[in-house]
């Protein structure tokens, strides 16, 4: 397994220097502020404007170099090295300003393009995807197809030089603020599923395309149903060949993966001081699951550094991201019953701060266990791709798409 590469040679410093410059002019320190503060939108306009702010900040990073350091001048990168794009991730979490959204869906589909897209489109659409110009949401899910994506029923005919797409695709986050999407589209309904899947980029704004908000138990609307009705998009946005699409939307999967895995909401302290106002701090079992939290906290932040590293050269990374997500999502169950424990029964029905940093740290697990792949998908991956266990048995895989019961 490859070391992580945790060691900063003395040239590194101007640039951590130079970095740590930029963010103190131009960035909020994250101060005292309030540690208990949670990050969700119940009304649609303080939701958007989050969005938005988010996508401004993505623009202010861009121009000054901090979007894409490592990746190529020519598609909008900085020509970088690798340790300046991680020197410049440590910085940032010590500020309050975030890219958010639009961040998640550059770390996503980013490295899929720079790998699977063409010359033309590289050039296209990757300096506007760095700046935030273009925002993208993913247009995956169906009301049949979660898990198995790959059974996926949004069908596009060929007309001429364009696709025309009819189908329903659900649970896509941000779609209802987002200028483009990835969508994917059924192109050969005989072939079997894997094998007739297009990976096209479509505008938001086409005709036949609905956006519908879906209103969630706390009232946010985090994501939405998309009606696609003789959508007519140009083939020239296709990525990748015709019916190759499963390819590209496997290394979008290990990239969001990745992302979620690696994504550091610090908490231990508020752990800690859950602890300490409960006066359970020296209570044995409450410090053993503090230490296995933050032990487990602290190896998922290596193997994500791994992860990224391998992301940022381009390489295939050392673990399957599975496993990093996977760990992230028990790390949060950890820390969610760790904060109600130590809240206790009042901590239930309680409305201070900590009480509901503490309900939001325990429900969350359930969003994070279920977007981009869920805990148990993710163990079949890792079972079969990297521990070489048979495969689960699949009786609709060399079956013509059309053929398999719906
Ligand atoms: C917060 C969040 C954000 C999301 N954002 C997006 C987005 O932006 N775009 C998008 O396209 N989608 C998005 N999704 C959808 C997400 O990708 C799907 O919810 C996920 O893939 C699961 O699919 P499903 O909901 O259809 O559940 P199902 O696939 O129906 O699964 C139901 C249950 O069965 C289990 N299961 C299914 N198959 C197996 C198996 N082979 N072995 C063992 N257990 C199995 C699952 O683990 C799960 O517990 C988002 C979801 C969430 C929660």
Redesign the pocket.
Known sequence: MTSVDLSEPAEQDAYRAEVRAWYDANATLNGPGNPWAIASHTEGDSARQFFNSNREWQTRLFDAGFMGIAWPEEYGGGGGEGWMARIEREISRDYSELTGFPGATTAMLGPALLRHASEDQKREYLPKLLSAELTF?????????????ASLATRAEIDGDEFVVTGQ???????QYCDWGFL?VRTDPDAPKHRGITFVLVDMSSPGIEVRPLVQMNRSA??NEVFLSEVRIPMANMIGELNQGWAITRTVLANEAAFIGGVKVPCADNLIELARRHDRLTDPIVRQNLVQFLIRDRVTTWMGEQVQQAIRRGEMPPMDPGLLKLMATQNKVLSGNLAMELSGPAGLVNESEPARWSHHELMIR????????????L??NIGERSLGLPR?PGYDKNQPWRDIPR
């Open positions: 949401c993913q247009l995956f899910s169906e009301p049949g197809a979660g898990s198995d994506l695709k659900v649970w896509n986050s941000a779609a994917l985090h994501f359930f969003a994070i266990s279920i977007g981009g792949g869920t805990s148990e998908v163990r079949n689960e």
